[in-house]
């Protein structure tokens, strides 16, 4: 968006900020203007009577900044032997009895303003110096928290401050005073126009907000803490305004395009797949397929998120999805992030269709179905034949990565897409999408194996329609969770493998899955070794339990044949135990794998942990999982490893991950672009914030499409989703 006030904005900056190294600082923590330095939150507040106690000062890493509130015991000031200068040295208490050194460099006025008895208050970074504790290059503050004018002249007044000091994130040499000195001077001296709200006035009536310009004031100089909490509802429903109405805007583009009707046939090779299908669809399966199918048939575009917990069936609803694409004349297409995921999408749909798959157009029986993958790694010759086949139309679903984006493949008729919903499309990629389908837009099924709670679903994915698997084929998973804390119990996995043992003789499979493929050197905090999958299969087959167990491993980095040897020889039952990394993760399906061995399970995050132990049980056996890990009993990992032990449910699971990570982590980068990310709104405590915002962002687009009348939030819409729209399909 043009803003005309660009130049004037942009000189107030540079009049704000001068030296060039103090503007480089502060880019290191994404400030460029006067926007992004007022909305640079401190990150506490220290209250009046909780500045920070000397006594504690030891338990807080180096470069730590700290507020102190403290009396002049003695000065002392020398120069410096090494290099030119002053260094002058202040021993300070506070009223409990600590005492600390406070190190000023080249100033020499301290030693004549700073007076014994004197009560000052301090902001200064932590420096560990030959075994104690100092205070580093501390700055005299006045009362709100400002560093002190002038310091080296006057006399230095006693302190006693009575509001909140506010501490902010350091960057570079920026420290925190002077962060807030730098903001309080913009608060006082910048034009009126940076304050111009981002919220109607009609909405911070409606929702009783305070406006920009006290939100500001209360987090940067709050006279009691009650300010800011009085001011934080406002900046979460300011950050749930703009992501609402930047997905109402995308919901009114979508529903602007145009699509290919895919009504599919009533005897077509939907139907006969449904026919041929040895079990019955449950019934969300069932509910989220009506959708689909009713949404395929119109001219609309598809724009919809299937979500599920493991093993719920998310791969079957797409495949019918595509039949239906397929009975209507159209092709349609599986994008998958990398090569391995591809190959196994490529295999499970190939499974799926059983009897209906064909290699080619020449061996299509009736109602057969020609699936192909198209990755980067085929032959020359190979690759040429599926880009043949798919521009003349004689391939029905083709499965790959990037490579189908390429300008190079050319479809004959693309009716639909299933992408993963870590890698949704940018701009450019929708276009050639949109190219590719004859200048019309394909219907998109987004899938992401990752539950997702209801409300950061509606605050994420609000630009789509959403279907939720919430039924298992084969009923409740029967998986027990077993945590072996290795630290204490380092015998145990000696029952691990014994159990291992015992499945493989009655020729039932297990899964060892590491966090790396090759050894790395041992664990520095711990002095655990770290194998990597050779070696650690190795170390299983030196067990006699295992001794004439077929072992094999699979990675990443194994040729793709080699790859879907192991696979297949795995799937058929040749393979007792495989040894693999994180590619077992998604798409593998091996009903008759009964155990799960996870080594270093707390180098795993919470969702992957839950989608590997999905890859066993898959048909309703009572099967086992187990959580190999040296980390002590009292870390964040084992409260994380013992949430997985104790639940099978994918969505509370996936409530205490966003519970316990940042959210806009949790969220990913493809939707807030760049750095950005949640910052004040939680996506599970503010649901009632987001449904009001939505409501709102619907009514405000249907009055002013634009954003005419509203110039600062679209100002701000523009700089949090600046680099939304890059290209996030990588390449593998």
Known sequence: MHDPDAFRRAQDFLALVPKPADRKALAKAGIADVDSLLRYFPRRWVDPGTFTRIRGLSDLEEGEDVVLHVTVVSVASRRMQSRRGTISTVSVTDHEG????????????????????????????????????????????TADGRIAEDQDTGEVQPLE???????????????????????????????????????????RQKHTLVDL????????????????DAARPRWAYEEALALQTVLHQRRKEHAALSASALPGKDDGTLAAFDRAL????????????????????????????LQGDVGSGKT???????????????????????????????????????DFAAESALLRQENGVVIALLTGSLSTTERRRILIDLAIGDIDIVVGTHALLSETTIFYGLGMVVVDEQHRFGVEQREALRQKAGGKTPHT????????????????????????????????????????????????????????????????????????????EPDPVTGVPQPGVEDYAAFLQSFPSLAEARVEVLHGQMPTQDKDDVMRAFSAGDIDVLVATTVVEVGIDVPNARVMVIVDADRFGVAQLHQLRGRVGRAGDESLCFLLTHTPDESEAMERLTTVTDT???????????????EGDVLGRAQWGGKSSLKHLSVLRDEAIIRNARDDAEELLTVDPSLLGTPALARLISLIFATADEDLIEAS
Do not use: C
Not at 324 to 342: F, H, I
Not at 510 to 518: A, D, G, Q, W, Y
């Open 445 to 520: 099924l987004v899938m992401t194996a990752t539950p997702i709670p209801r409300t950061a679903a509606m605050t994420v994915f609000g630009d789509l329609d959403v279907s939720t698997l919430s039924h298992m084929p084969t009923g409740e998973k029967r998986i027990t969770t077993h945590l072996v804390p290795l630290a204490r119990y380092p015998q145990w996995i000696q029952r691990v493998v014994e159990v291992v043992g015992e499945h493989a003789a009655r020729d039932e499979q297990t899964f060892v899955v590491l966090p790396r493929i090759e050894t790395a």
């Open 316 to 354: 079957l609803v797409a495949l019918r999805a595509m039949l239906q694409a397929v009975d209507s004349g159209a092709q349609a297409a599986m994008l998958a992030p990398t090569e391995v995921l591809a190959a196994q999408h490529y295999r499970s749909l190939t499974a799926a269709l059983g």
């Open 161 to 203: 401050p009575t509001r909140p000091v506010p501490v902010y994130r350091v960057a570079g040499k920026m420290t925190s005073s002077r962060f807030h000195t730098l903001i309080t001077t913009a608060l006082d001296t910048v034009r009126d126009s940076w304050f111009e709200d981002t919220v109607p006035e009609f909405l």
């Open 213 to 228: 310009r006290t939100g500001y004031e209360a987090m940067h100089r709050p006279a009691t803490m009650q300010d800011v």
């Open 278 to 305: 040895p079990f019955d669809l449950t019934l969300s399966q069932m509910h989220a397929g009506v959708d689909i199918g009713a949404e395929l048939a119109g001219d609309v575009p598809m724009n919809r998120l």
């Open 648 to 662: 099978l449910d994918g969505f509370q699971l996936a409530e205490y991950d966003i519970r316990t990570r940042r």
């Open 98 to 141: 600590g005492f600390v050194d406070a190190v000023f460099f080249n100033q020499p006025w301290i030693g004549s303003r700073l007076t014994e008895g004197l009560r000052i208050l301090l902001s200064a970074k932590i420096k560990h110096y030959r075994g104690r504790v100092q205070l580093s290059s501390p700055s005299l503050l």
